[in-house]
């Protein structure tokens, strides 16, 4: 009879497994449109898979690099993207690139459903742990899951952190007995220090899993265990700094903490507003089981969910993917609480049937609303914006092109093909080095154009300062094409070569300025260190809110020695002395192109708008040299 009982005991697991196994890995690329910050994260993979430095060149260091690494592991085990043996022109090919992924991140979405039910199990019982995983496993929000995000990867080292803290034994057992428990508590410290190293914000899930560690017994603490759990738990992400210190980059990672830390957007709210929309009867039940949790003081609820919110709370910002840290926590707080509240009811019968009837009408819901959002086919418009994309890029090679657009369409042509453009993400757009732009507009590109911040205004100048031709358009998806040397006619300009703006010499150099063409000349023996430069004063006017662009047409060339070349705008005071140090506004290096012309567009500050500045062009010599740089196009747009 105990056989029996244990048989289906066990088999009662498999049906949250099945259950999560049909719900993020059936149709894994058809559903979910493109999502910017999963580009992202992929992008950073394949970047991982071939190169050592883990800083992003666009975003810096903005999170740990830990997740990447992980999927980078894994992937690479599989001969990806090699064995998958991708073709340019071939959707099936570009389709296929992406199930990789998506498929790996259903799997650990299933290890989560695995873990939810065995924490649940083992801190409450096994009717929780049932309904906590089925819930997790069908309700309509479990689709983040699918997604490769970071917050998707960190949740099964958290959960497994949080089972091996439960599967620490209460204090009350004998001294030889502690000592075998120190691996739980060393994998337990590991696992959470592995999720802080994947996404800083895990560090609030310390009180939760260290309260696990702690409380064990009813009277008594066990310190030196919290402390050796606590040492992997800091030592493992003070890797990232590290590194960036062994990379002479620990500036530079400050100033990715601090960015990232002040990033504005969505707050706390509005975040719990969009995923009611998504989801609005799991947030329900969610925040009733957190209630419940807090009138019976379950600090294991409650210490899970509240250092978290707070901390998003507190610094302004997040997104609607960041409820994936807490969502098993909405998952078992409910599901308790049903079982716990059935107990209430007198009727013997009632109070043994209330439960199962709540959690199948709840799991009958949701697994009805799952099915039909996983069932549907949002990508193929993207994943043939993505194929004619590669081609036109493969079809024009001896060109470079610079590509802004969601990461989803770029990193493929970019890492699996090595296709040698310029490929930006619409949130990190530098300087343009080409003469053709491309720009694809999907909703998530009117979706930024549509708000009031810095990158909507940089993409907004960009979309609107060019004449574009339409090389294809998918339902919602358009490519567009400019030429960055030809703006609109409709747009006020500043030619900077014209017969109205006349440049000056200073120290060695020697200007000559016709045809709309400057060339600056050094030809010079000393040995001592010389700016020298064409300067230009001028008073810069704009009425818009968009930021201002510099557009140069160059070439630089040193015929003896060597040089640094140098564009710059300072401020500008008439009748100051031109050797004096001035603010700088904006400064950049120019290349060495050995006497072949390129083209660059640069973001201007704002602050250089409206009042008197001046522009520099320098060539910084420090030995004796002879050396060229002729700019035939300078315009401000």
Known sequence: MQSVTYNYNSFLIFIPIILSAFTHIWNPIGFLYPEHDEGIYVQRIMRALE????????????????????????????????????????????????????????????????????IAELRYNRNVGLVASIIFAVMPITWLLRMVWLDSVLLPFLLSSILFAIYVPKNNLPNGIKNKNI??????????????????????????????????????????????????????????PAY????????????????????????????????????????????????????????????????????????????????????????????????????????????????????????FFGLVNTSMLITQDYTSPYFTASSLLIKYLQDNSNEKITVISNPFYFWIPQ????????????????????????????DGFRELFSANDDYAQRLQKMYNSYDKNVLATFENTTILL????????????????????????????????????????????????????????????????????????YFAKSIKGQATFLAEIIEYSPGYDTSSTKKILWSTLLDNTSGNFTSETFFLPYEIANRSVELRLYIITQHAGEHFLTIKNMRII
């Open 51 to 118: 190169e050592i430095d883990f800083r992003d060149p666009s975003f810096g260091y903005d999170h740990p690099f830990f997740g990447q690494l992980f999927l980078a592991g894994l992937l690479g085990m599989t001969g990806y993207p090699d064995s998958i043996s991708p073709e340019i022109g071939d959707l099936h090919s570009i389709e296929t690139l992406w199930i990789v992924p998506r498929l790996l991140m259903a799997f650990l979405a299933v290890i989560d459903t695995i873990l939810v039910y065995k």
């Open 183 to 240: 691996p739980l508590v060393l994998l337990s410290g590991i696992f959470l220090g592995l999720a802080v190293f994947t996404k800083i914000p895990a560090f609030t899930m310390i009180p939760m899993v260290g309260s696990l560690i702690v409380m064990k017994g009813s009277n008594k603490r066990n310190w030196s265990m919290l402390g050796m759990w606590v040492i992997p738990v800091i030592l493992i992400p003070l890797i990232w």
């Open 244 to 363: 960036a210190m062994y990379m002479g980059q620990l500036d530079l990672w400050i100033t990715g903490i601090y960015d990232q830390a002040n990033r504005t957007g969505g707050s706390l709210f509005n975040t719990i507003e969009k995923n009611i929309k998504i989801d609005p009867i799991l947030l329900t039940i969610g925040f009733f089981g957190i209630v419940y949790a807090a009138i019976k003081r379950d600090l294991f609820i409650l210490l899970w969910i509240l250092p978290y919110a707070i901390f998003l709370y507190l610094i302004g910002w997040s997104q609607y993917f960041h409820f994936i840290l807490i969502f098993p926590a909405f998952c078992i707080a409910p599901a308790l609480a049903i079982f716990e509240l059935s107990k209430k009811v007198k009727n013997e019968r009632v109070q043994k049937v209330l439960p199962f009837f709540i959690i199948s009408v709840i799991g």
């Open 415 to 442: 890492y699996v093909f090595h296709l040698d453009h310029d490929y930006y993400s619409y949130l990190g757009v530098g300087s343009i080095k080409t003469q053709k732009l491309i720009l694809i507009v999907d």
């Open 482 to 553: 400019s030429n960055v040397l030809q703006p609109s006619s409709q747009i006020p300009q500043i030619n900077l070569l014209d017969k109205n703006h006349i440049w000056s010499p200073f120290n060695n150099a020697a200007l000559t300025q016709e045809n709309d063409t400057l060339t600056v000349k050094v030809d010079t023996s000393n040995e001592r260190k010389l700016y020298n430069r064409a300067f230009l004063p001028i008073h810069i006017n704009n009425t818009s809110t968009e930021p201002l662009l510099l557009t140069l047409d």
